[in-house]
C-alpha cells in the first residue's frame, strides 16, 4: 500500500503509471541492445586486431601461438585449442593448446574418438561453429567438452578449400556474457577463416623450408661421405681444382699439396670383424685425420678406406709436415668391436708444379701413395719422376700377378736354418718367388704388395701345398738320417680364414708329411688383427702337432704381457736387431732380453738375416740355438736342397757361396765341417 502511494503521488494516477510502463520498457531494450552493439564492436575490434598479428606471424608454430592468445582474449575464454589434422596418411596430429598463461605447442598425437567427434559434429552443421553453452545436455557435444574438461565452449574447423585440416576448441567462458551464444557464431566463424589461411601458409612456408632444408642436405649428400661426414672424392677434387686455379692467377704464390693415404690391412678387420667394424675404425680414422690436419687444409673420404687431404698455397715442406702429424695420430691402437687394432696409414705426397692439371696432381699423389704402400716399413712416399716408373712397375706386376697365378709361376724356394752349435741343417724355411716371363725371378717382397687379398691366399695355400710336398720328400733324402723341418710364412690373410686349420690337415695327409715337423709363423701384427679368432685357429694347429712361431718378434705391437697368451712354440729375432748385433750394446741386450724371456716361456729361438760370422759368434755365445741368412746359404730351389741334404754338407761351407754354387752345378767336392 505505502508503495502504490508513493507512485500515486509520483505519478498522480494509476493510469498515468501504465502509460509509462512501454516507454520504460522500450528504454530497457534500448539500452540493452546498446551493449550488446558496444560489447558487439569491441569483438569487432579484437578480431581485427587478432587477425593483424596473426596475418604477421610467418612461421607455423608461431602463427598458431598467436591464434591460441587471441581467441582466449576475443573470447575471454580460459581455453583454446588447434588441432592439426594430419594430411598425409600414416603421420600424426599436432595438438596445440592454452589454458591460462600456460601453453603446449605442436605435440604430436594420436586423434583421439573425441576429436574425430567434434569434426563430425560441425560437418553435420554445415561446417558453421557450433556453439555449446553451459547446461548442454547433448551427450556427443558432452563428450567433446569433457574430454578437455570444458563446461562450454564453441567449435569450429579450419578448411584448404574443401578439406579440412584442423578443428579449433574454445571454452570455459568468463565474465560477460556468462557463456557462449549464437551470436558468437560470426565472429567465430571469421576467426576459423582467418585462422585457415594462416595454418595454410604456415604449412607452406614450412614445406618450401623443408625443400630447402632438403635441398642443402641432398647437396650435402652429394659432396660428403655419408659415413664420416668428411667431403667425397667428388668435392675433394672440385677443391684441388680450385686451389690450382688460384695458385695460378698468384704468379708468386705457392701451389696446393696433395696428401693420399690409405689404411694398412683394413681388408683384414672388415672380413675379421665385419662391416660395422670396418666402418667404425673408418669413423675413427677420419676423425683423427680431421684432428691432425690444420685450419683451413681439407681432409676428405675418397672411397673405401683411402682418404685424401689439400693443402692450399703450402710451402715445400708442408707436405711432410702433415704427413708426420697424421702418422703420429695414428700411433695409438684403435678400439674396433671392443678391440685394440693397431692401424697404420700408408701416405703420398704430390706438389703442384706450374701448369700441372688437377688429374695429374691427384694421379701423382696416388702413385706416391701406393709407393709408400709397397714399400715395407716406409709408409710416406713423396712423388718424384722415378717413382712414377716403378710405381708403374708394380702396377703392372699386380695385373701380370693374376695370370702367374694360373700359369704356376709362383715357385716355392726354401731358406736353411742350421744349428749354431755345429752347423747341421735343421729345417728349411719356405720362400715365394716368381719366375716372372720378362723379369726374371722377383722377390716376395716385390710382389707380394702388390696382391690383393684374394691373390695373397691363392699365394699363400700354393706355398703350403708345395713346401709340404718338398719337405716329405727331405726326410729320405737326409744324411745322415734325420728329421727335417718345414717352416712356412702366413700371411694376415692366411690366419683370418676360417677353412685354414681344415686346409693344412688336408696338404699334411696329401704329402703324407709328419705334422710335428711344419711351423707356421705369423706375424705379432696378424695375431693382434684377429685377436681370439686368430688364437683359436693357432690353438688348433698346435692340436694337430703343428708348431706355431711368431716372426720379426720385437717388431709388432704386442705386448710382453699379452705374449703368454699366445699359444707358440717359436720366437724369431728379427734381422734389424741382428744388424747391429756386434757393434751396438743396446741391440746386445735386446737380443739377450728376448732369449731369455723365450726361454722363460719354454720357446724356442732362431736369429734371422745372419750375414757374418761374428754375428753368429755372438748369437752362439747368448745362447740362440738357431740361425739363418746369407752366411750360410740364400733361398735354394727344391732339386738342390734334395741334393745338399744328401751331401750332409754343414754350413757355412768353408768357401762360402762359391761352394754352394759347385755344389748346385752337381759337383761332388763338399766339405763335411
Known sequence: MAIAASLTWMFGSPLTMLLLIPPGIACGLALHGFHAQRRHRGQLDQLSAALQETTSANALERGVKHLLVA????????????????????EGALRSARKGDGERLMRPVRMSDADALAIEIVGRKGFVPVVVPRGNRDPEIERVLTARGLEDGILGVLMAKQDVIGLIVVGNRVGE???FQPDDIPIFATFCGHASVVVENGRLEQSLEELTALKEQLRHQAFHDGLTGLPNRVLFTESVATALDRSRADENGAGPTVLFLDLDDFKIVNDTWGHAAGDELLVGAAERLSQAVRPGDTPARLGGDEFGVLLERADPDAGQAAAERISLAFLEPFTVAGKLLPVRPSIGIAVAERGMSTEQLLRNADVAMYTAKSNDGHRVAMYEVETHEAARRKRQLGLDLEDALERHEIEVHFQPVVALADGSIQAFEALAR????????????EFLPVADNRQMAAIGRRVVREACRHAALWQESARPKR???????????????????????????????????????????SVIMGEEAAIERMRALRKIGVRVAIDDFGTGYSSLSRLGDFPLDMLKIPKPFVDKLVDDAADKSLVDAILRLAGSLGLSTVAEGVESQAQADLLRELGCPLAQGYLYAPALDGDFVVRLLGSGMRLPAEHGFRTMSLARQGIAERRVA
Open 71 to 90: 581467441a582466449t582474449r576475443l573470447f575471454k575464454a580460459e581455453y583454446a585449442e588447434i588441432l592439426l589434422v594430419p594430411t598425409v596418411p600414416g
Open 177 to 179: 556474457p556468462a557463456t
Open 434 to 445: 716368381w719366375a716372372h716371363p720378362i723379369h726374371g725371378q722377383i722377390s716376395p717382397g
Open 483 to 525: 728329421s727335417v723341418g718345414l717352416w712356412v710364412n702366413l700371411s694376415a690373410v692366411d690366419l683370418a680364414s676360417e677353412t685354414l686349420v681344415d686346409e693344412v690337415v688336408d696338404v699334411l695327409l696329401g704329402s703324407h708329411l709328419d705334422p710335428t715337423l711344419l711351423t707356421l709363423e705369423i706375424t705379432e701384427h
